[in-house]
């Protein structure tokens, strides 16, 4: 089980690029959840996903930023017109149906976005 | 607002030595607690979780956590602290039960020297 799989790990983009970031769940997990990591600061919740739907996005930011989880493929997590303040690490957890009651969520190693 | 609070920064224990982690929680309800680790550079490990039952809980690399409902507090624990424990610490509350997201505290640096 290769676990939850980020790519890429580093990705430096200039201010107002796009940037595009991937996150494919372990085997047999259906959620997909999207955090984001500041310096020096703990993980801040963005959106939760499960196939095809988005579940709870309370954490995304309003404008530039959306997440999908389509019924094949990896869970995208998409920043258009990036700026510097985007600079983070961007993690991806994901877990089965039976979520938190029987399981912690697997994180990937993450994404670090970079604006220049 | 629900939370959890970490409120050291950064503990310093020397190898051998019983290490702790501190973290209290402001929830509603049966809260569903977590421990996570993240060494440099890398993503969060899961530690262990209180969900419910008995009040200490046994998880990966000999730490342990105690639930503490008149305290509202869940420290994390380890009896003879390792150099390689030297990491990130996050204390974690879910916000909505079993499918909710986590709510992390803004972690504690734990240094262990030889």
């Known amino acids: 089980n290769a676990g939850v799989m980020q790519n890429p790990r580093h990705l430096v983009r200039r201010r107002g690029q796009e940037a595009r970031l991937r996150c494919s769940p372990m085997?047999?997990?259906?959620?997909v959840y999207w955090y984001r990591q500041l310096p020096e600061e703990g993980l801040k919740f963005m959106v939760y996903?499960?196939?095809?739907?988005?579940?709870?996005e309370s954490g995304m930011p309003k404008e530039r930023f959306s997440a999908e989880f389509p019924k094949e493929g990896p869970s995208i997590l998409r920043i258009q017109q990036v700026v510097r303040g985007d600079s983070a690490a961007y993690f991806c957890?994901?877990?089965?149906?039976?979520?938190?009651?029987?399981?912690?969520?697997?994180f990937g190693s993450g994404t670090r976005l970079t604006v220049v | 607002a629900q939370s959890v609070a970490q409120p050291e920064d950064q503990v310093n224990v020397a190898e051998g030595n019983p290490l702790t982690v501190k973290c209290t929680y402001s929830?509603?309800?049966?809260?569903?607690l977590f421990w996570y680790v993240q060494y440099p550079n890398r993503g969060l490990q899961f530690l262990l979780k209180?969900?419910?039952?008995?009040?200490l809980v046994k998880g990966s690399y000999g730490f342990e956590a105690e639930f503490n409902k008149s305290q509202t507090s869940f420290h994390l624990k380890k009896p003879s602290a390792l150099v390689s424990d030297s990491a990130l610490y996050f204390c974690?509350?879910?916000?909505?039960?079993?499918?909710?997201?986590?709510?992390f505290g803004k972690g504690t640096k734990l240094s262990v020297k030889p």
């Open positions: 957890a994901s877990s089965p149906q039976t979520g938190l009651r029987d399981y912690g969520y697997t």
């Open positions: 085997k047999g997990h259906s959620h």
């Open positions: 996903l499960q196939k095809e739907n988005i579940i709870d």
């Open positions: 929830v509603s309800g049966n809260p569903y």
């Open positions: 209180y969900i419910t039952g008995d009040n």
């Open positions: 974690a509350f879910s916000s909505g039960g079993s499918q909710g997201n986590l709510i």
